[in-house]
């Protein structure tokens, strides 16, 4: 059996691209070589009742093809939950920041000083540049929290 020859295409901007699958396909061969192809592209067949590559054109067992859908599902589970992390995490942030930026623009007026929304004691910003600032754990800051809004 002897190869068909390959045909140059011409674009109308002067690049000439060829594309290896059409290549083959002209061939008489499929897209892409059956050992290589994982089979990423499936395709459910409802008529023909079968699982297919489009690359290949080879048919999949329903197990291979099934466990290729649980992997693809998983890996975009596991990148919700990443990205969910990464949320929860951003929006810590964007909490602190705003206190931050709230106290700040407070303090930047002459008049005016914050106060604790516990105690009602004015915040003045002497007192945060000591280094020895008493400090508590948020974890335990926000139980206790809990705990009086329940009783």
Not at 42 to 52: A, K, M, P, S, T
């Amino acid at each position: 059996m002897t190869d068909k020859p390959i045909e140059p295409q011409d674009y109308l901007y002067g690049v000439k691209v060829v594309d290896i699958g059409d290549l083959r396909i002209a061939r008489g061969k499929t897209r892409r070589p059956y050992e290589s192809c994982k089979h990423l592209a499936l395709v459910y067949d409802n008529n023909e009742r079968r699982i297919y590559c489009s690359d290949c054109e080879q048919d999949v067992e329903a197990f291979d093809a099934f466990e290729t859908l649980v992997e693809r599902w998983n890996g975009m589970m596991v990148n919700l939950k990443r990205r969910e992390s990464e949320i929860v995490e951003a929006e810590s942030f964007t909490a602190r920041r705003l206190a931050t930026k709230t106290l700040d623009a407070i303090w930047r007026k002459k008049d005016e000083v914050p106060n604790c929304p516990h105690c009602n004691e004015a915040l003045l910003p002497e007192d945060f540049v000591n280094t020895r600032v008493k400090r508590s754990s948020a974890r335990l800051a926000r139980a206790r929290r809990e705990r009086r809004k329940g009783s």
